[in-house]
């Protein structure tokens, strides 16, 4: 029989503590697959151990049990207030009405983060306060049931809730070591609260109203062991199982797919699909700008570097915690030789929500951002983890390169750009290899390859138009698309670019696509003399960069009449070979896949981004498993109960399972003495006020009797599984069912609607159970 609570000495009330808190802190590094650095951790620890101990010292000062969880609570709204609250705080950690506010935009900050990101997530504020307040919650549940339920059993369902999350994300779920160690944590809690409970018990005496039998003050060491190991082992498989065989949100159709970690995407769908922004009949504002210089740069958003033969995408990384934008990376190959000068850019953002940030390529530093942003490697673009850009003013510091058109055509073939930009499906069209070889073929260099496919894409020939593509069908995706432009020689941004692209690495010339804005728009009005330019929807755009060896990225400008071409790229500059070829044969070209764009939702119109649409589904369906998960006891309990049941119908050891069911019921609502024999413990429960009437007592005293006979009868079994009972009829069973129903009615009767709720939800009869699998002894001598 299990003392009540408040037997418990200050002393075993610290163990216990102790325990759940090593519990909860291991259980939580299994969160770090998914969360670069190990800042985050200690930031959950320091929070944890605030309401684990805090709920110690509540205790230590006598304040009432049921009250210590709401405590509890506003303890860590005092440590999130500390952490997180800043200046909205009355000496830093009484909260006001501004932190909570604070703490709504957090919350915002952190659903966007989870969006956004790539795994590893980098734990930006947003995602560290979210981090915090769950592993506090979970640590006050932790308490809840191993301090005030005293069902330190059941204490694995919240610490299981970090564990089972990385299932979710990454296809290989937890690492073993931190499964192990998460078991014998919860090992360890079991075996600290039996000592507790037991020397509480001797402390606190027999009780008189019960007869007991004492567990002997030394159990052997092999009396348990084996099982208990049998557990943990048992346990770790399960665990590695469930987190093996869990799909990943990489592979699941329930919470979306595509990415690694998409629960952790990004907040632009990486594809050309320009058409549609570019055809609205009003353009949508996107930002302005003030060049101090008269810079007037095309401001990249994202660059599209993976061609699969239908799309251009974005190849995914994970964001470099360490990639701020007060100091960007240098351009990638960019040579010492290579004339470079800085321009400063002052940049405001308006109806444009994009976690991309519009910026000229390549800039050296960015000033004014509010959020966390971080530069890619190589193609030197930003991106936000917990914001977007609507209303952002910033500066950024242009880098403007200056190559000639000696030096490119002196650049060598390039070894140091990754192989990924040459990359090409095998089933190249015929009309592909042709035309690229009829283009290039007589150029003595690559740069004049390239001037060559410029210009013969800027030939008379060629047409810039929006709605042809729609008109003629080859509007969409893929080599066939291309064969259709260069046939019809009609189309927009998306299919010169995404041709020379094409035509470049059919040649040997590594290539991307870049997607931002044109320079804009210039506007009378003036700020301390720099002319303001305005940037709107109908400046969105799509052009190559193509790589050289000791230049790195120059871009390339193959649609007429959008945008500006570059000195070093016009024929004349470099003497190259300019031949228009006659119209050639159908080519193909990759796919218009393209970033969401619409000012309305993003930057501007088109089909929405499925990862950003089903942010909340996927939500709602990882909330749903983490209840499902909270509510496992409860299902449990009612599963074991329909077993009982089917027992008794079928007359199978009906006697023992009604008494089993009569003890399991006494013992979620608290009532003690499930150890004692039969007899003793129907004695006890008889005096309780709910067996005062008649028809329950009598029930009872045929359970009591039937059980008794199933056990010590003639006849019985020594493992009673087969009773008197057994060979009766339907109708008997009926009235052992009707009986069961009676006793169970009457213990609940005079029990609390408290206990009531808590025998539901934390059944303490499946903590009993496992106590007595794993072979750890109670306090009742069970």
């Known amino acids: 029989m299990h003392p009540d609570a408040a037997a418990l000495t200050r002393r075993g009330r610290l163990a216990l503590t102790t325990a759940s808190f090593l519990l909860m802190v291991v259980a939580t590094m299994s969160l770090g697959s998914l969360i670069a650095g190990g800042g985050w951790w200690w930031l959950c620890a320091f929070v944890s151990a605030g309401v684990f101990f805090g709920g110690t010292g509540l205790r230590a000062l006598r304040v009432p049990s049921g009250l210590v969880p709401v405590l509890e609570g506003v303890v860590l709204v005092l440590l999130l207030t500390l952490l997180f609250g800043g200046a909205t705080a009355i000496a830093f950690i009484v909260p006001t009405p501004d932190t909570f506010a604070l703490f709504g935009e957090l919350f915002t900050g952190a659903q966007r983060t989870i969006a956004q990101q790539t795994v590893p997530a980098v734990a930006v504020p947003a995602l560290n306060f979210a981090l915090a307040l769950g592993v506090g919650a979970l640590s006050i549940m932790l308490d809840v049931l191993v301090q005030v339920a005293r069902a330190p059993a059941l204490a694995a369902v919240p610490a299981f809730v970090p564990v089972l999350i990385p299932g979710f994300l990454v296809e290989d779920g937890a690492d073993i070591p931190v499964l192990v160690g998460t078991a014998a944590a919860y090992l360890l809690l079991l075996r600290v609260d ?85 055809r609205r009949p009003e353009p949508r504002p996107a930002f302005r700008y003030l060049a101090r210089d008269g810079d007037r740069p095309n401001f990249t958003l994202l660059t599209l570097d993976r061609f699969e033969g239908d799309v251009w995408a974005v190849t995914e990384r994970p964001v470099d915690g360490d990639n701020t934008v007060d100091a960007l990376g240098a351009p990638e190959g960019l040579g010492a030789g290579v004339e470079t000068s800085e321009h400063p850019i002052d940049v405001l953002v308006s109806e444009v929500r994009t976690t991309w940030l519009p910026l000229p390529y390549p800039s050296t530093r960015i000033e004014g951002l509010s959020g966390s942003w971080y530069w890619d490697d190589g193609s030197l673009t930003v991106r936000s983890v917990d914001t977007n850009t609507a209303g952002q003013r910033y500066e950024v510091t242009r880098l403007e390169v200056e190559p000639t058109a000696d030096q490119l055509r002196a650049a060598g073939p390039s070894r140091a750009a990754d192989p990924q930009f040459l990359d090409l499906p095998d089933d190249v069209p015929t009309v592909i290899t042709d035309t690229a070889a009829e283009l290039a073929g007589s150029a003595a260099t690559p740069y004049d390859a390239a001037v060559a496919i410029q210009a013969y894409l800027r030939s008379p020939d060629f047409k810039y138009s929006t709605e042809a593509p729609v008109e003629e069908g080859y509007d969409g995706g893929g080599f066939e698309v291309i064969a259709a432009f260069l046939e019809a020689k009609s189309g927009y941004c998306v299919h010169f670019a995404s041709t020379m692209a094409v035509l470049a ?188 009437e008649a028809e329950a007592l009598a029930a009872l005293t045929r359970l009591r009797d039937g059980v008794e006979r199933a056990r010590y009868g003639p006849g019985a079994s020594s493992d009673g599984s087969v009773d008197a009972a057994a060979g009766a009829g339907p109708d008997s069973r009926a009235a052992l069912l009707v009986d069961l129903e009676l006793a169970r009615r009457a213990l609940s009767g005079d029990a609390s609607r408290r206990d009531r709720l808590i025998a539901v939800l934390i059944p303490k009869s499946l903590a009993d159970r496992v106590r007595r699998v794993s072979g750890v002894r109670t306090a009742d001598g069970a």
Do not use: C
């Open 505 to 692: 690495r059919e040649a040997g010339i590594p290539s991307r696509i870049s997607v931002g804005y044109t320079s804009g728009t210039p506007t009378t009005e003036r700020v301390d003399g720099v002319q303001r330019v305005e940037v709107d929807s109908h400046d969105l755009h799509a052009w190559p960069e193509l790589y050289f060896e000791g230049v790195g990225w120059v871009p390339f400008e193959p649609t007429p009449g959008r945008g500006t071409v570059p000195e070093y790229s016009r024929p004349g500059a470099g003497q190259a070979q300019t031949s228009v070829l006659p119209s050639a044969p159908s080519a193909t070209a990759p796919a218009t896949s393209r970033p969401e764009l619409d000012p309305d939702r993003g930057l501007a119109g088109g089909a929405g981004n499925p990862l950003q649409d089903d942010a909340p589904m996927r939500a709602a369906a990882l909330l749903i498993a983490v209840l499902a998960l909270l509510l496992l006891p409860a299902a449990l309990r009612v599963l074991q109960r329909a077993s009982r049941r089917r027992r008794i119908r079928t007359g199978r050891g009906a006697a023992d399972a009604a008494w089993d069911e009569v003890l399991a019921s006494a013992s979620d609502l608290g009532i003690a003495g499930a150890a004692s024999t039969p007899r003793v413990f129907a004695a006890y429960v008889a005096a309780r006020p709910g067996f005062r």
């Open 194 to 278: 039996v000592r507790v409970t037991r020397r509480a018990r001797i402390e606190l005496g027999d009780d008189e109203e019960v007869a007991t039998v004492a567990a002997p003050k030394r159990v052997p060491v092999a009396s348990t062991l084996g099982a208990s190991v049998g557990v943990a082992v048992t346990g770790l498989v399960v665990a590695s199982l469930l987190t093996a065989s869990t799909p990943s949100i990489s592979t699941s159709l329930l919470l979306g797919n595509g990415s690694q970690g998409a629960l952790f995407a990004r907040g632009v769908s990486p594809f050309l699909d320009l058409g549609r922004d570019l």
